[in-house]
């Protein structure tokens, strides 16, 4: 992964890498096989997070996966119908083939099939 996001000749999506380097900067690889350093990036994005939705709650949808009411919050944040029931597992052989199956035109691919610029793809959102 870390060489997938350091390289310049393709790998994972611009966007991608730069939240990764973002996040967890350092990106080194010692830092990234660092369990204290990773926990420490995890709960200061969370907290950047919490603090950028601070005064607009009704546009952050916080829900732990595993429990039985959470599927039913999502849908409700989405202003889909109930759904009760859990979440189901799909990333059970390791990689979540299903997010191939995602057709929007706010989706952001997980590889670089050739550069972007933020400019044209971002422009017909501005």
């Known amino acids: 992964m870390h060489h997938n996001i ?13 939240c990764y380097q973002q996040i967890y900067s350092p990106f080194t690889l010692e830092n990234i096989l660092d369990d204290d350093f990773l926990i420490r990036c995890y709960n200061d994005h969370r907290e950047e997070v919490i603090k950028f939705f601070n005064k607009r709650n009704d546009d952050l949808l916080r829900i732990n996966i595993s429990n039985e009411t959470s599927l039913n919050m999502l849908h409700s944040f989405l202003d889909l119908p109930e759904q009760h029931g859990k979440f189901e597992k799909i990333n059970s052989g390791g990689k979540v083939t299903a997010w191939k199956a995602v057709k929007s035109p706010l989706k952001i691919e997980s590889t670089n099939k050739g550069r972007i610029t933020a400019l044209n793809y971002l422009s017909k959102y501005l």
């Open 6 to 18: 350091t390289r310049d000749d393709g790998g994972f999506n611009p966007y991608i890498k730069r």
